[in-house]
C-alpha cells in the first residue's frame, strides 16, 4: 500500500458526460407554490445543472463494493458500525510505523482507494457541471402509485424536472498515490456506465440515468518530477488497456485469496 506522505504519482481525468436518456438529479427542494415544480433538478447560482461530485464518488464506490462482494471480498460496513480502520484504535500504538503497519493489514479494498472516516480518499471527484445556455430542462408528470392497492393514492399527481438527452455535463476527476489496478477500477466502473449497466439520478425505473462518459487521461510520477517534469503526459491507448488490465487481474487475485 502506497503510503500518504510520499509522492508517487498524479492522475489526471478531463470527463465530458453525456446525458443518454433524460437525467434527474434531484436538489431535494419541494416548490412552495402550486405553480412550481414538485422537484426540480439541482442548480448552482447561475442555473447551471449539476452532478454533485459527491453523488459521482458514491456511485463509483457502491459498485466497485457490489462487484468485490461477488469475488466473496470482505469489506467493510462503516455506516453500520463496523469499520476496518477505527481512528480510536490510533492510541494503542506506540508511532506512526506501527500505525501504518496496522493499516495497510486491516483496510478493505474500497476504503484504500475511496477512503473513510479515518482514512483520507485517493480519489477526488468535482461536480459535473452543464452550460446553462446549452442544457435543455423540461418536466414530467408523474403519479403516486399505493402499494397495497397498485393504484394511484388521493392526491397523487405530481411533476419533476429532467435534463434532456443529449446535454453535456464537464468535470474533473484526482487520483493520488495510486497502483495501476487502482486506476484500473475506476476505468472498470466507467465501461459498466458506457454498457447501460449503471444509471444516475431518480426516476432510473422510468428509463431515466444513462449516461456516456469520454475522457482523457494525464498522469505525472515521481521520475517526472525529479527531471523537472512538471506537465503530465496524456496516457495513450495501450497503457489506458494495461491500467484495466490490471484491475481484472487484481479482481482475480483477491477472489482467490479473498484479501
Known amino acids: 500500500?502506497?503510503?500518504?506522505?510520499?509522492?508517487?504519482?498524479?492522475?489526471?481525468?478531463?470527463?465530458?458526460?453525456?446525458?443518454?436518456?433524460?437525467?434527474?438529479?434531484?436538489?431535494g427542494e419541494e416548490g412552495l407554490s402550486p405553480l412550481d415544480?414538485?422537484?426540480?433538478?439541482?442548480?448552482?447560482?447561475?442555473?447551471?445543472?449539476?452532478?454533485p461530485g459527491s453523488s459521482l464518488k458514491g456511485v463509483f464506490r457502491s459498485n466497485l463494493e457490489q462487484i468485490l462482494r461477488g469475488k466473496n471480498v470482505k469489506i467493510c460496513d462503516e455506516v453500520g458500525g463496523n469499520p476496518c480502520i477505527n481512528s480510536k484504535d490510533r492510541k494503542k500504538f506506540d508511532n506512526e510505523d506501527s500505525w501504518f503497519s496496522h493499516i495497510e493489514k486491516n483496510i478493505c479494498e474500497v476504503c484504500n482507494l475511496f477512503g473513510s472516516n479515518s482514512f483520507s480518499s485517493r480519489v477526488f471527484f468535482s461536480d459535473a457541471m452543464a452550460d446553462k445556455k446549452q442544457q435543455n430542462i423540461n418536466y414530467r408528470d408523474g403519479v403516486k402509485i399505493r402499494r397495497d392497492t397498485e393504484v394511484a393514492a388521493i392526491k397523487a399527481k405530481y411533476d419533476y424536472e429532467i435534463v434532456s438527452s443529449g446535454t453535456i455535463f464537464k468535470t474533473e476527476l484526482l487520483m493520488e498515490n495510486v497502483e495501476d489496478y487502482q486506476v484500473g477500477y475506476i476505468l472498470f466502473i466507467i465501461d459498466m456506465i458506457n454498457n447501460g449497466l449503471i444509471r444516475f439520478g431518480g426516476k432510473k425505473s422510468a428509463g431515466l440515468g444513462k449516461l456516456k462518459f469520454q475522457f482523457n487521461i494525464k498522469s505525472l510520477n515521481f521520475d517526472d518530477i525529479t527531471k523537472g517534469i512538471f506537465e503530465p503526459k496524456a496516457l495513450n491507448e495501450n497503457q489506458i488497456e494495461n491500467l484495466k488490465k490490471a484491475s481484472i487481474e487484481r479482481l482475480a487475485k483477491v477472489g482467490e485469496t479473498n484479501v
Open 37 to 51: 415544480i414538485d422537484s426540480s433538478v439541482l442548480k448552482d447560482s447561475e442555473g447551471n445543472t449539476i452532478i
Open 1 to 27: 500500500m502506497i503510503p500518504f506522505d510520499t509522492f508517487k504519482n498524479k492522475y489526471f481525468f478531463d470527463i465530458y458526460i453525456t446525458a443518454e436518456t433524460p437525467i434527474h438529479i434531484g436538489s
